[in-house]
């Protein structure tokens, strides 16, 4: 199994950036996928996930009204477009997935089964 995050880079504060996460080796369909991020000196925090269809999504509050976390079954890929970065949303990014279902958000990292290698996203000032 694979998860392929990309899309990371060094944006100026209230820009965007469009991360993106290419999974292999499992039936993507079947997986609810995660966003989550981690700042350095910082725990992983959970920022969006969204559901196997790609029908419903959850938010941190955090980043609420500035993300849109959206799949293409097709592509096997799950997107993340970020707007009106902050220099606090600086950290590397996770994408995950889980095929545990049911859960009433996807907010633990623990629930998660396989996760990427992260994409660097840094917000200057």
């Known amino acids: 199994v694979q998860l392929q995050a990309s899309g990371g880079g060094l944006v100026q504060a209230g820009g965007s950036l469009r991360l993106s996460c290419t999974v292999s080796g499992l039936t993507f369909s079947s997986y609810v996928m995660g966003w989550f991020r981690q700042a350095p000196g910082k725990e992983r925090e959970f920022v969006a996930a969204i559901s196997r269809s790609g029908g419903v999504t959850y938010y941190a509050k955090s980043v609420k009204g500035r993300v849109t976390m959206s799949r293409d079954n097709a592509k096997n890929t799950v997107y993340l477009q970020m707007n009106s970065l902050f220099p606090e949303d600086t950290a590397v990014y996770f994408c995950?997935?889980?095929?545990?279902?049911?859960?009433?958000?996807?907010?633990?990292?623990?629930?998660?089964?396989?996760w990427g290698q992260g994409t660097q996203v840094t917000v200057s000032s």
């Open positions: 995950a997935a889980t095929k545990k279902t049911l859960l009433p958000d996807y907010s633990y990292s623990r629930d998660y089964d396989y």
